[in-house]
Nanobody, 123 residues
Framework: QVQLVESGGGLVQAGDSLRLSCAAS????????MAWFRQAPRKEREFVAG????????TNPDSEKGRVTISRDNAKNTVFLQMNSLKPEDTAVYYC????????????????WGQGTQVTVSS
């Protein structure tokens, strides 16, 4: 069973960039569909970006194109989320998740979760 640990969150200013990491143990990330979600206070968990096993990726269509990128380093067994031009509305706890099947945007379909990392963007 794969275990996921996120890191890289913190307090940044609007316009800054941040790269989140999701390190895995107990499993090989390239055999999983991976995704990043976020959850702001009093809001439902929201899909940010996902990466299929074949390496194809997708981001939330409501997100400004090019502002978020998901990638994977197989040698490090780690998935990354690069976020640029951060805005206060990006403030949330960011979660890494994995599943064995196809890529979906619904958090309910993911089996494995990290503990989350807080991202706070000040204006």
């Amino acid at each position: 069973q794969v275990q996921l640990v996120e890191s890289g969150g913190g307090l940044v200013q609007a316009g800054d960039s941040l790269r989140l990491s999701c390190a895995a143990s107990g499993g090989t990330l390239s055999t999983y569909t991976m995704a990043w979600f976020r959850q702001a206070p009093r809001k439902e968990r929201e899909f940010v970006a996902g990466l299929s096993r074949d390496g194809s990726s997708t981001t939330n269509p409501d997100s400004e194109k090019g502002r978020v990128t998901i990638s994977r380093d197989n040698a490090k067994n780690t998935v990354f989320l690069q976020m640029n031009s951060l805005k206060p509305e990006d403030t949330a706890v960011y979660y890494c998740a994995a599943r064995m099947g196809p890529l979906y945007a619904s958090y309910r379909l993911y089996d494995y979760w990290g503990q989350g990392t807080q991202v706070t963007v000040s204006s």
